[in-house]
């Protein structure tokens, strides 16, 4: 069956584009009704490969995008369904897979998605049960054939025909934050994602580094580029981090303010803003572009397509018109004084400081995983035999377990869930310090350092892991094949047994083996 938005992104000659909807909480109210309508509208102009459908944007209750999904793809224009981890664990994760698989919607973006903020009586329970990087392996094994244990060995699926892409942001200020993202969207590539979107702004430098990035480091990832038709409203609301994830710095925000007071309130300043961007985009070389904006009709997602098109001859001479950089901004590489755009040099990061502070703790920590966690040095065995002779004593077991989970508190805030990523992150859990659980890498809503949802209370874990690291020389460390989701079978156990007996995630990446059985083999 013919999938239009991902031929259009896969060929070399054609600049796919996207449209969002955001059809918001109701089932047949009027933002459905003008969901459907404007979907009604693209499918007979033609001029757009798929239409993007929210789920839950802003941490909000909504229509389920998968049932908009389907009325879109009756319409005959192709859906492209956000799916997010943030309201599911991994089975419903599958189920509303099959369910999508069924129902011919093959076009996917994977994201982190926003942190719960209002629902029925109050805020409801996050999830985040898998990030995107073991969501889009999930989908990846589904395209496959998903292997499923049966009674008598191994069955497998019908391979289903999943196009998932994830999504990054380059517009970070901070040097962790901007490298942590990089270092997921590698992994999310690794995981299965086969395009990539980026995240909303509006420096020319940072949507030219993805490319650039992806370039030196051999990936020849489709990216589409992020345009949204920007009101002062709504740019306000960017520029406090209300909306995360979106950044508008305050000159453009002053700009904004100006052109508002103009007699069509700025409509036609912002509408050739997006033209002009979109030019830019099809001239560095983006495979496609995303189109959003609150209230935006077909005509206008035409005039910016017709107008880009037409701009696009001199993209170059626009570059200086998105020169937006955050205060102390970082990038990746050094620039190019003469197109104003990115070299192919990274910039030198020994030198610059560090982004966030590390403690005496660290250190500490440091010394006791390489005396005691490192396998086959120092302590390890000495600690595998200790935990293998208390395996199945269960006061033994239970004392041993409530001292670990004592210390670790103390020192770590461990919230005991017995598969332990604190190896994989600096020492700092992702259980309890990060609020969306992310053993992979950052979500996209950080902000100076900032996590998303406690700003300028708590730094991004994944920041402090990059400082700590990168104190020692080891920020690559990061930059390593992805972490496994928590096996909530070992919940409430403990996690040094299940480390040193080969239980728990670590023992296929270390190689940590079951240890043999204690029970001699009866001869026959």
């Not at 011919?104 to 049960?129: A, E, H």
Request: proline share 6%; net charge positive; aromatic share 10%.
């Amino acid at each position: 069956m013919e999938n239009k938005f991902k031929e259009s992104l896969l060929d070399k000659n054609t600049l796919s584009v996207t449209w969002e909807l955001v059809p918001g909480r109701g089932a047949n109210e009027k933002p459905q009704e003008v969901a459907i309508a404007s979907a009604e509208q693209a499918a007979k102009g033609g001029r757009v490969h798929a239409l993007t459908i929210t789920d839950n944007p802003g941490g909000n209750p909504a229509i389920l995008a998968d049932y908009l999904g389907m009325d879109i793809l009756k319409l005959g224009i192709e859906p492209l369904v956000h799916f997010t981890c943030k309201d599911k664990n991994r089975n419903q994760m599958e189920s509303q897979l099959y369910a999508l698989d069924r129902a011919n919607i093959r076009n996917l973006l994977v994201m982190t998605g926003d942190y719960p903020v209002s629902g029925f009586k109050g805020r409801p329970k996050p999830v985040f049960d898998l990030d995107p990087i073991n969501a889009l392996q999930l989908i990846s094994d589904m395209n496959k054939g998903l292997e499923i244990q049966g009674m008598k060995g191994p069955v497998y699926h019908k391979a289903s025909d999943f196009f998932a892409g994830a999504a990054v942001s380059p517009f970070k200020a901070a040097e962790a934050e901007q490298m942590v993202q990089y270092y997921k969207m590698k992994k999310k590539i690794a995981g299965g994602a086969q395009f990539i979107v980026c995240q909303l702004g509006y420096d020319a430098r940072k949507f030219h580094e993805v490319l650039q990035f992806l370039k030196v480091n051999n990936f020849d990832t489709p990216v589409v580029g992020n345009i949204y038709i920007l009101p002062y409203g709504a740019a306000r609301i960017m520029n406090q981090n209300q909306l995360p994830g979106c950044v508008v710095t305050d000159k453009l925000l002053a700009e904004l303010e100006a052109e508002k007071g103009a007699p069509d309130k700025g409509v036609g300043a912002r509408m050739l803003r997006a033209a002009k961007m979109y030019a830019v985009m099809k001239g560095m070389g983006f495979a496609g572009v995303h189109i959003g904006g609150h209230n935006i009709k077909y005509e206008q997602v035409e005039y910016i397509i017709d107008q880009g098109e037409e701009l696009s001859k001199n993209w170059q001479d626009y570059i200086r018109e998105f020169d937006y950089p955050q205060t102390n901004g970082f990038y990746y590489f050094e620039k190019d004084e003469k197109t104003g755009l990115n070299s192919d040099r990274p910039a030198n990061r020994a030198n610059l400081p560090l982004d966030a502070p590390v403690n005496f703790g660290y250190t500490m920590m440091r010394g006791m995983h390489a005396l005691m966690f490192t396998p086959n040095k120092k302590l390890f065995p000495v600690m595998r035999s200790f935990y293998r002779a208390a395996e199945g004593k269960k006061k033994r077991e239970k004392r041993l377990h409530a001292l670990e989970h004592i210390a670790k508190v103390v020192m770590l805030d461990c919230k005991d869930c017995g598969d332990c990523a604190m190896f994989d992150i600096a020492y700092l859990c992702p259980m309890s310090q990060c609020p969306k659980n992310q053993r992979n890498g950052a979500c996209g809503g950080s902000l100076n350092g900032w996590c998303e949802v406690f700003p300028n209370e708590k730094k991004c874990i994944w920041v402090r892991a990059y400082a700590r690291l990168k104190k020692y020389g080891e920020e690559a460390n990061i930059d390593v094949p992805p972490v496994p989701p928590a096996n909530w079978d070992l919940y409430q156990t403990s996690s040094w047994s299940n480390f040193y007996l080969g239980k728990d995630h670590s023992a296929p990446i270390l190689g940590i083996k079951r240890p043999e059985s204690k029970v001699p083999q009866t001869k026959k």
